[in-house]
């Protein structure tokens, strides 16, 4: 890998991770406009799908901003190694 490619890719996992410990303190607690609709149509209480993070925290972390955190890095950390993994069998591919 390439220093450029390096410290880009170091750059672009630093300003994910300040933005994951910042939204949850900066987010606005009203709802947006879809998860308004959802609510006057009831599409929230279907049951029809459970999202793993509901309301983007972890449960076991309670109702404090640490859980929005502790959600929103792991999300990073989650869609980080998607992408690497995504990257890599394409690379293989590619050199096959």
């Not at 170091?10 to 410990?21: D, K, P, R, S, T």
Request: charged share 15%.
């Amino acid at each position: 890998m390439k220093k450029h490619d390096r410290n880009l890719i170091i750059v672009g996992v630093a300003i994910c991770l300040i933005i994951a410990v910042l939204a949850p303190l900066i987010a606005s607690s009203n709802p947006d406009g879809l998860e308004k609709s959802s609510e006057q149509l009831g599409g929230t209480e279907s049951g029809i799908y459970t999202p793993p993070f509901p309301d983007y925290t972890i449960e076991a972390f309670g109702d404090s901003p640490f859980a929005g955190i502790a959600a929103l890095a792991l999300g990073v950390f989650i869609a980080l190694m998607l992408g690497y993994g995504v990257s890599y069998v394409l690379k293989r591919r590619k050199t096959a």
